[in-house]
């Protein structure tokens, strides 16, 4: 036991710097050089040493910033949320600071704005996704944005960023311009999408409604198949004024496949309904949080 947790915890922690490291890479290749204020305190970092660079040669490193930025914030999720959360953030936090230190500013995209948009926006989303997975975040806003979400847990994290990065960009329109900022815009958008895409596509499920007169048979296949369990609700169809028996059943986006082909090779004349199921807690799925 204390084996496989070992394990899981390196797992994890893995699962941070790959993705702080990711979110490096668009920052130090693409954000950077062509100086777009994607938001975030990396992006209030730019913006700072841009504004450093006449009184300290090169400008204050965005590392620094970032990890100077983030100090009052941390005190503060401390206090709101405690220690044990705080370690994943404040790992993450460093990881990104390292690796924004370690890889070299250089211009991947050239002058191509909109390419910088999409594929700053794109791996910046995957590295940010992935850290959030690992229930952390890189600090700044990110960390902002999970202190809100706890008190509004009905608006999703990357969705929330979206409007603190906004007012973040606006500070670069002041001091880059609009054209770069409107840029800026779409990658903030992107990296939204894409991070939410990973956060809850994870959480993804199939949930099967099925009618027919052989609901045992089926049941029972599915029940040994699929090692997933079946809930029968008793219903009564309106046109044959008839009591019928309808499963439900949720099952994992790959066997949703198994699970239709069951039903067809039992019953033909089936009716079934599929359609998404954004989470599922309980036992075969994601255990409930402690």
Not at 25 to 49: C, D, F, H, Q, R
Not at 81 to 101: E, M, P, Q
Not at 146 to 174: C, N, W
Request: charge should be neutral; glycine fraction near 8%; hydrophobic fraction near 50%.
């Amino acid at each position: 036991m204390e084996k496989h947790i070992f394990r899981s915890g390196i797992r994890h922690y893995l699962l941070i710097m790959a993705g702080a490291f990711l979110m490096g890479m668009s920052i130090n290749l693409v954000y950077e050089p062509l100086e777009m204020v994607t938001g975030g305190v990396t992006g209030m970092a730019i913006v700072i040493k841009f504004l450093t660079e006449p009184f300290i040669d090169g400008g204050i490193p965005i590392w620094l910033t970032n990890i100077v930025l983030n100090v009052p914030l941390f005190l503060l999720a401390i206090k709101l949320l405690g220690t044990k959360y705080i370690k994943n953030t404040l790992f993450a936090t460093v990881s990104l600071s390292i690796a924004i230190y370690i890889i070299p500013t250089y211009n991947l995209v050239f002058e191509d704005y909109l390419l910088a948009a999409v594929f700053g926006g794109v791996l910046g989303g995957v590295g940010l996704g992935m850290i959030f997975v690992a229930l952390a975040t890189t600090g700044g806003t990110d960390l902002l944005a999970t202190l809100i979400h706890k008190y509004k847990p009905y608006y999703s994290i990357p969705r929330i960023l979206i409007v603190i990065d906004g007012i973040i960009v606006m500070a670069g329109v002041v001091t880059f311009g609009i054209t770069k900022a409107l840029y800026a815009i779409i990658s903030v958008y992107i990296t939204s999408k894409v991070s939410d895409s990973i956060l809850e596509g994870l959480k993804f499920a199939k949930m099967a409604y099925i009618i027919s007169d052989s609901y045992n048979e089926i049941a029972q296949r599915i029940l040994v198949s699929l090692d997933r369990g079946v809930t029968g609700v008793s219903a009564r169809g309106m046109y044959s004024n008839q009591d019928k028996k309808m499963l439900f059943c949720v099952v994992s986006k790959k066997e949703i496949v198994d699970l239709t082909d069951i039903v067809e090779e039992v019953d033909p004349k089936a009716f079934v309904i599929v359609s998404d199921v954004r989470e599922v807690m309980g036992e075969g799925f994601r255990e409930y949080r402690q």
